[in-house]
T-cell receptor, first 116, second 111 residues
Framework: AQKITQTQPGMFVQEKEAVTLDCTYDTSDQSYGLFWYKQPSSGEMIFLIYQGSYDEQNATEGRYSLNFQKARKSANLVISASQLGDSAMYFC?????????????FGQGTTLQVKP | NAGVTQTPKFQVLKTGQSMTLQCAQD?????MSWYRQDPGMGLRLIHY???????DQGEVPNGYNVSRSTTEDFPLRLLSAAPSQTSVYFCASARPGDEQYFGPGTRLTVT
């Protein structure tokens, strides 16, 4: 069975500082992808960053980077230079490619609040 | 491109009523999925489809039906609404290997 665990229900960070949102996963598949989505208070789901299980380099997208530690089965999201607009719910998700279905398994989410 | 569209945005049903949540995408994506989001539980997969004519159950399929007669459309039917189905429903689509694109969501309340 596949599972995503996000252990931080809520986080605070000071504006302009960096913050790490934790994500651990469990899967028996060798080929999988890890995703992070942002959900602001308006409710839409916004794709942030992707890491494939065979990617050797950690993924980066602007101020977002993914700290991928395969042996520890963790895929933490790092947001650098936090901005007020980063206040939102963040979800970690995983897709196993062996099933070839496109299904995503989500964690419970972490609410991030950026303080001015 | 409109992306993934969902209608309605809001809906209130009485227990026992049926209704269909509409989802359409104009990106020619093979994969489409329905999720529900409840407080503290993240998103859970209801049903999914890997192409026209092919559907399968996700994690929480009971009380819902789907069909995929075209690549573009993937409606979700509530057969007999129950208060436990009060939730926010998201439709998503994707190409194989790509990230999922989500619709804006439908907020459903069952009284």
């Amino acid at each position: 069975a596949q599972k995503i665990t996000q252990t931080q229900p809520g986080m605070f960070v000071q504006e302009k500082e960096a913050v790490t949102l934790d994500c651990t996963y469990d899967t028996s598949d060798q080929s999988y992808g890890l995703f992070w989505y942002k959900q602001p208070s308006s409710g839409e789901m916004i794709f942030l960053i992707y890491q494939g299980s065979y990617d050797e380099q950690n993924a980066t997208e602007g101020r977002y980077s993914l700290n991928f530690q395969k042996a520890r089965k963790s895929a933490n999201l790092v947001i650098s230079a936090s901005q007020l607009g980063d206040s939102a719910m963040y979800f970690c998700a995983m897709r196993a490619y062996s099933s070839n279905t496109g299904k995503l398994i989500f964690g419970q989410g972490t609410t991030l609040q950026v303080k001015p | 491109n409109a992306g993934v569209t969902q209608t309605p945005k809001f809906q209130v049903l009485k227990t026992g009523q049926s209704m269909t949540l509409q989802c359409a995408q104009d990106m020619n994506h093979e994969y489409m999925s329905w999720y529900r989001q409840d407080p503290g539980m993240g998103l859970r997969l209801i049903h999914y489809s890997v192409g026209a004519g092919i559907t399968d159950q996700g994690e929480v399929p009971n009380g819902y039906n789907v069909s995929r007669s075209t690549t573009e459309d993937f409606p979700l039917r509530l057969l007999s609404a129950a208060p436990s189905q009060t939730s926010v429903y998201f439709c998503a689509s994707a190409r194989p290997g790509d990230e999922q694109y989500f619709g804006p969501g439908t907020r459903l309340t069952v009284t």
